[in-house]
């Protein structure tokens, strides 16, 4: 599943190897992580209580405790929220323009929507 995802910076071609990669305990399972340790990519998931639970009832044979990194994954919960804000504009959530361009301007007038409208929340 993890295969296809591609990072695109800035600038230049895109990479097929993130430094980090941050998802909810859906994606926790241990071919994911098994993977993601295979390409050297630092895994930001929390690990659901019965696969824990199950690590613990085999004692030595359920393998090391999974570490999570707590900074990362709020980073991961901010980005979350900003896409929820992004699709409450139905337009965007619903990717009823036709054409690429028209989109990207969609997506440009909604993100200054929000961001004026957090400039106002916080200003005295």
Request: hydrophobic share 30%; aromatic share 6%.
């Amino acid at each position: 599943m993890l295969e296809k995802v591609r990072v695109r910076g800035p600038v230049g071609p895109s990479r097929t190897r993130p430094e980090a990669v941050a998802g909810d305990k859906a994606y926790s399972s241990r071919g994911n992580r098994t993977y993601l340790r295979k390409c050297h990519i630092k895994a930001v998931i929390p690990e659901k209580r019965d696969q824990a639970a199950n690590g613990k009832n085999k004692g030595s044979k359920g393998g090391r405790p999974v570490s999570h990194d707590a900074d990362l994954y709020k980073e991961r919960n901010t980005v979350e929220r900003l896409i929820n804000k992004l699709k409450a504009w139905r337009g965007i959530a619903t990717r009823y323009d036709k054409t690429p361009a028209s989109y990207l301007a969609g997506l440009h007038l909604r993100t200054a929507m929000i961001w004026i409208k957090d400039l106002t929340r916080t200003t005295p």
